[in-house]
């Protein structure tokens, strides 16, 4: 096995056994309450049949061992339990979100990623102009600017003051894709623009750094114009910091979704894990937390196994 | 004092000015909210007249006295969880670096799964096990943000402890406390201070959200993030009043980065 092989597989190896820790502690902490969980559900004026009867259901009544690994067993089988406020299946439940939620997150990405790379290069083609100041501005706002103002302007711009497009993102199954993607703008632009500044930010210093290089004054002594300096010269450098950004981003969007589908109702995971955390429904809530945790680690591995990959001297140092 | 104002770039003297105005709202609340903070005076939804200056909200509480309030709790809380997660990640993250050994392995593992996951998915996941209230969402931020505060201290601390007078006091015998409260801690004060006011707007802006998803600050107390989420019907019908809890935690956020990105520049030695 080569080097580079190892050093995937390493990283790799590394994800998986932070998710088992995670999904441990996860466990443990529902295990740590110092009430008991049956009791607290099913409030005091419950029986002590009914909390007899409940505890059963949960499986309270075995060791926190056994529990847990019949819990991994049913998880690597689709089985993630039934959920404690409606008893449905658990997998039926997050199922059709879970689409919902991959499908804002694409839209958003498919527009922000290509618009965020392009104005980072404008931005390092033009620095230090009025362009790149105010693009400077912008990036600085949209950090401080907490997710649900955003949505909430853009609401009353969009969707009040100039009706354009609907407040409420309401799709099902049946929903026309053309139709879904005009009822989710709103909800997918408020996506793109806490996104975009930071990965424009990026790209923009990684692109100046390169052309600190002496083989871009040399191409410069050359005659070759700007524009080409940049997106021939200094671009394919500057990708290992590019890709390691854009797969942050994407992983800030799936997870970052949950306050976006909050103001819009959404049908996604977010406002499932929202909901069940209040009805402090622990299936739902392992279930989702343990898809957003593993989708997070899966991207941020995939953003360094890309950065490696893209980077001729990282793979021979590998 | 005019020197002062003249060699301060304008950003930084209007974050200065934010941060002040806040302050002085948070501690003088009940001074200066014309009506209670809880206290209903009118019917629900009221618009803006000259007796409630931004109207009421969705139970007929005076607005602009709960914006008053809000700024003691919501940044208050801010502030106290900050701390907290100051005080334990700086004070391990700095032994850490002294011990070295399995202390900081283990500790360093730990902070790795939990930088792992996304900040705002765990503290959901453990507001779900601990139940939602305002000491349980203090503790939950802090404990999330011990992981980020604990690796730069012991990043910087790193540097501190092989230095000679480290050693030295070691040799002469000196306490743990000692160590890390009189010789390393007042040399990595500046890093840990500008860290300081991000983190800060990261706390700040993450019990905003808690609070607005009706997980964090629990009514009836006033806090900005509650107060944009139980008024947001307003805003169909072209009402901006929720958007000024939004807009003061925005106004907030970024005063105290216009500071922290002056103290930086300082403390960075650059010159314009």
Redesign the interface.
């Known amino acids: 096995m080569s080097g580079i092989q190892k050093l995937v597989l390493r990283r790799i190896g590394l994800?998986i056994v932070?998710l088992f820790?995670?999904s441990l502690?996860?466990f443990i902490?529902?295990e740590l309450?110092p009430s008991d969980l049956a009791q607290e559900i099913l409030g005091q004026a419950a029986t002590p049949e009914t909390v007899a009867a409940f505890r059963r259901e949960l499986g309270l009544d075995q060791p926190a061992v056994i529990r847990y690994l019949e819990w991994v067993a049913g998880v690597f089988q689709g089985d993630f339990g039934v959920s404690l406020a409606n008893r449905r299946d658990v997998a039926e439940l997050v199922a059709p979100r879970l689409k919902n939620t991959m499908f804002l997150a694409g839209y958003a990405a498919a527009i922000a990623v290509p618009v965020a790379v392009t104005l980072g290069i404008l931005a390092a083609l033009f620095r230090n102009s009025i362009f790149d100041r105010l693009a400077n501005v912008f990036a600085?706002?949209s950090?401080?600017?907490?997710?649900?103002?955003v949505a909430?302007?853009l609401?009353?711009l969009f969707?009040?003051?100039i009706p354009l497009f609907p407040?409420l993102a309401r799709i099902d199954d049946a929903t026309p894709f053309i139709e879904a993607l005009y009822r989710t703008f709103l909800p997918a632009l408020t996506l793109i623009l806490v996104v975009i500044a930071h990965m424009m930010r990026m790209t923009r210093a990684a692109i100046i750094n390169v052309l600190a290089e002496p083989y871009i004054e040399m191409a410069r002594l050359k005659g070759v114009p700007r524009y080409k300096v940049i997106l021939r010269h200094a671009l394919p450098n500057a990708l290992p910091p590019i890709i390691n950004v854009v797969a942050i981003n994407l992983?800030?969007l799936i997870?970052?979704v949950?306050?976006v589908e909050?103001?819009f109702v959404y049908p996604g995971l977010g406002q499932l894990?929202?909901d069940?955390?209040?009805k402090?429904?622990?299936p739902v809530?392992?279930a989702v937390?343990l898809f957003?945790?593993a989708t997070?680690?899966s991207l941020?591995i995939l953003a360094d196994v890309l950065s490696i990959l893209s980077n001729p001297r990282l793979r021979a140092k590998a | 004092m005019l020197r002062f104002f003249k060699t301060t770039p304008p950003t930084a003297l209007l974050g200065l000015f934010i941060i002040l105005s806040v302050a002085i709202m948070g501690v003088f609340a009940p001074f200066l909210a014309p009506y209670g903070e809880t206290e209903v005076v009118g019917a629900a939804y009221m618009p803006w007249d000259s007796v409630h200056l931004l109207g009421t909200d969705n139970l007929g509480r005076d607005m602009l006295s709960r914006v008053i309030y809000g700024a003691r709790n919501t940044v208050g809380l801010a502030l106290l969880t900050t701390a907290i997660a100051f005080t334990v990640g700086a004070t391990l993250g700095i032994y850490a670096a002294l011990k070295g050994g399995w202390v900081d392995q283990v500790v360093s593992r730990a902070v790795?799964?939990l930088m792992?996951?996304?900040p705002?998915?765990?503290a959901?996941?453990?507001?779900?096990?601990?139940?939602?209230s305002i000491p349980n969402m203090v503790l939950v931020i802090a404990v999330i943000y011990v992981a980020p505060v604990f690796r730069l201290a012991r990043a910087s601390s790193m540097n501190i402890v092989v230095l000679d007078f480290v050693q030295a006091a070691r040799l002469r015998g000196e306490g743990n406390l000692w160590l890390i409260s009189r010789e390393i801690l007042p040399n990595i004060t500046s890093t840990l201070v500008a860290e300081f006011g991000l983190r800060f707007?990261f706390v700040f802006?993450f019990i905003?959200?808690l609070s607005?998803?009706?997980?964090g600050i629990q009514p009836p107390t006033a806090d900005w993030?509650s107060m944009?989420?139980e008024n947001?019907t307003l805003?169909?019908?072209?009402d901006?009043t929720?958007?000024i809890p939004?807009?003061a935690?925005?106004v907030l956020?970024?005063g105290i980065?216009f500071v922290v990105d002056w103290m930086l520049h300082k403390a960075s030695g650059l010159k314009d």
Request: proline share 4%; charged share 5%.
């Open positions: 994800g932070t820790i995670v502690l996860i902490g529902v309450l600085l706002s950090i401080s600017l907490p997710e649900f103002f909430y302007v609401i009353l969707a009040v003051n407040s992983a800030y997870v970052g949950v306050v909050v103001v894990l929202v069940a955390v209040a402090r429904d622990f809530v392992q937390g957003f945790a997070y680690i941020n | 790795d799964v792992a996951v996304p705002l998915i765990l959901l996941m453990l507001l779900a096990i601990v139940g939602p707007c802006l905003a959200a607005f998803l009706g997980l993030g944009v989420k947001a805003i169909t019908f072209g901006i929720p958007l939004a807009a935690i925005a956020t970024i980065n």
